[in-house]
């Protein structure tokens, strides 16, 4: 069987401008009492999509999805699914199921029942609804299970029978909520990989609301990240992580450290940033930084090299002290307390089993880094 | 293992291992005093007086204190209190299955509490219904105001639906106000004044369990069903009300079983021509003053009732064997 990977390399509808999205927030509000969860969001998914919506708890992700479900109206602006307006149609005629975080599985039904719910509802004949929960059982490997009822089921099985269940129906767009939030760490890393083989496989539309940026990062074509009921970037994993569009993005997702500064000189490729110590950063990803503009240097802990000698040659360097040691294995995490007392994270990856430039807590340390590894934050 | 441990105490200060094993001794005694505690309660306050009971319906009606025959006693030695023994019989139970008025009375009865039982359920389920689904704020209130008329007394309660339903009562003065009828509804001493006094007395025992299967079940199930293509009304048939069984049928048996057996609401809202088991029981008890005849009553009506509730509860639990 072809990786799946050659069906998702290509994929990024996104960036053609002929391709028609497939769901459309237009200008949606949602406001409970005097409580704003959504405000103002417009947002496009394209079909076979697999999108997260990502953020903090409280942040209307939840209420995003439920508003597309058909559990909640929009106070203001339009849902459009496939040209349709959605409003005013309740939630068992819309063409979405979801996969509840409690799984809302039937506890009176068996696993078969409990699949076979919404086909029954749909008035499908029985041997096709045989069949077809047949097929689901065996997607989801649980073939052995199917006369069994929830409650003797593991929590991971459970979550495969809610997954069966809600993709039964072949919906137009699935919707996860937060799919994976109930496993183990293990369990949720396998169950990561085959969310993503079982969308490309039926070929659907996935629209996933989740808190864990790992999660969202392994499995999206692309992140929403939402903070008080507004987008704050939409973009792919790759762009989000490198390219962060604010000093929110960068802060919620992954590690970063800031520097925050004044643009001192600025031309098409390079802007000198004086911090507010008296140290200067040189970068070559300006963005729309103006000189005299304030601004944040945003660098990832693992663009960042710590060494015990002055390094040679390089731009950037900044000068501190060992402040904190962490090792994770895989890599060893520096805190380095610089000298005008700003703590800089920088990892460092573990190739080799003995460490040639051995650092410990209080030694003299140097950070430094390359022009073109981070990126100039002006919002 | 207690010898050893018992041989041990005198030879040397206990180890922790055989500390334990005495801590396991003494928290079976007392898991094993728990239960007992219970059985004891039912030993006294329900065997011991129904083997009384049943031992003067099996007694002769004697113009006496106590008005029975005989009483038992060692007054004249063992002797005397087989021959004593030797009086009880049947008579009095041959006697119900002579007169057709228990018969008659029993089956009434049974349909009366039936009818009522499923009045009160469709009264109360909207109602419990309703209290689950409500703000959590607000539900402490509702079931207090469920529990309220508690506080008033039984008797009290279905004296005053008699100001209510009499000819000149309340409702018909209210009705004939507002011109929907004409003449007053006879409505009192009717077989409909007991559905509603029965309705009206027992509703708490029908909502407060069947409040608390609806409220610990989880909103998301109901969200599934619409989401999988369920209107609102068959997602009731299909999720809410089979998920809410335990509590219909916990609060049917709580409406039922007092039911058969009332005898308040009866003669008071139910006037002289009703027929139900528990009058007949006061009757032959107070009026005729036949204790012997009214235990039989009794006896039977307990196992009229018994019966159906111990083949229930023991279907229950081998479902609850089989993982519901």
């Known amino acids: 069987m072809a990786s799946l990977g050659s069906i998702r390399r290509d994929f990024e509808p996104w960036n053609d401008p002929n391709a028609k999205p497939y769901i459309r927030f237009e200008n949606v509000t949602k406001r409970f009492g005097d409580f704003t969860a959504v405000n103002n969001l417009s947002l496009t998914v394209f079909e076979k999509e697999f999108f997260a919506l990502l953020g903090a708890s409280g942040c209307g992700k939840s209420t995003l999805l439920r508003m597309l479900a058909g559990f909640e109206e929009p106070t203001e602006g339009r849902i459009l699914l496939d040209g349709q307006d959605l409003r005013g149609i309740p939630p068992y005629r819309r063409p979405v199921n979801m996969m509840f975080q409690s799984y809302a599985l039937f506890p009176h039904m068996t696993v078969e029942k409990n699949i076979a719910f919404g086909l029954k509802q749909d008035g499908m004949p029985k041997p096709e609804i045989e069949a077809r929960v047949a097929e689901m059982l065996k997607l989801v490997k649980l073939e052995q299970f199917a006369r069994r009822k929830p409650h003797q089921l593991s929590g991971g099985q459970r979550q495969r029978v809610a997954l069966a269940r809600s993709v039964a129906k072949r919906p137009k767009v699935l919707l996860l909520d937060e799919p994976l939030g109930a496993l183990d760490k293990k369990l949720r890393e396998e169950t990561q990989f085959e969310l993503m083989d079982l969308q490309q496989n039926l070929g659907l539309t996935f629209v996933v609301v989740t808190h864990d940026q790992e999660e969202a990062m392994t499995m999206a074509d692309r992140i929403a990240i939402l903070d008080k009921g507004e987008v704050m970037q939409v973009a792919t994993p790759t762009e989000v992580y490198e390219a962060p569009s604010s000093r929110f993005v960068a802060g919620f997702v992954g590690n970063v450290n800031m520097f925050e500064g004044k643009v001192a000189a600025s031309d098409a490729t390079t802007a000198r940033i004086t911090g507010a110590s008296g140290a200067e950063i040189v970068v070559n990803n300006v963005g729309d930084a103006i000189a005299g503009a304030n601004v944040a240097f945003a660098i990832r802990p693992e663009k960042i090299k710590v060494s015990s000698k002055k390094p040679a040659g390089a731009l950037n360097m900044l000068e501190g002290e060992v402040y904190d040691i962490a090792y994770l294995g895989d890599m060893t995490v520096y805190h380095v307390k610089l000298d005008d007392g700003q703590v800089v994270r920088a990892s460092a990856m573990n190739a080799a089993r003995v460490t040639e430039d051995p650092l410990t807590w209080n030694d003299r340390a140097w950070v430094s880094f390359l022009p073109d590894a981070g990126i100039v934050l002006t919002r | 293992m207690s010898n050893e441990t018992f041989s041990s105490i005198d030879a040397a200060p206990l180890t922790a291992v055989e500390k334990s094993a005495a801590a396991r001794l003494g928290a079976a005694f007392v898991n094993r005093l728990v239960i007992i505690v219970p059985y004891v309660w039912l030993l006294f306050f329900f065997l011991i007086p ?183 009304t068959a997602a009731f048939w299909k999720i809410t009300f089979p998920l809410s069984l335990p509590g219909v049928i916990a609060g049917c048996l709580l409406v039922f079983i007092p039911a058969v057996g009332e005898f308040v609401i009866p003669d008071l809202l139910g006037g002289s021509q009703t027929l139900m088991i528990g009058k007949t029981l006061w009757n032959e008890f107070f009026s005729n003053r036949d204790w012997p005849v009214s235990s039989a009553v009794a006896v039977i009506l307990l196992l009229l009732l018994i019966v159906p509730i111990v083949l229930f509860q023991q279907a229950q639990a081998r479902a609850q064997e089989q993982g519901r």
């Open chain 2, 50 to 232: 129904f083997i009384i009971v049943f031992k003067i319906s099996l007694s002769q009606t004697a113009i006496a204190i106590p008005p029975y025959a005989p009483v038992l006693g060692f007054g004249d030695g063992v002797a005397g209190f087989i021959g004593q023994l030797k009086q009880l019989g049947l008579d009095n139970y041959v006697w119900l299955t002579q007169d057709p008025l228990y018969f008659y009375a029993y089956v009434s009865s049974v349909v009366i509490a039936a009818i009522s039982t499923v009045l009160t359920l469709l009264v109360g389920y909207p109602v419990a219904y309703g209290m689950a689904r409500a703000p959590a704020s607000l539900r402490p209130t509702l079931l207090m105001l469920v529990i309220l008329p508690f506080w008033t007394s039984f008797l009290i309660r279905v004296y005053a639906w008699i100001g209510i339903l009499k000819p000149e009562g309340l409702l018909n003065q209210f009705l004939l106000g507002i011109g929907v009828i004409h003449e007053p509804l006879i409505i009192l001493n009717t077989y409909t004044a007991i559905f509603i006094g029965i309705v009206y007395s027992y509703l708490p025992f029908m909502v407060l369990p069947l409040y608390s299967a609806l409220e610990k079940m989880d909103y998301s199930l109901i969200e599934a069903a619409k989401d999988l293509g369920c209107p609102p």
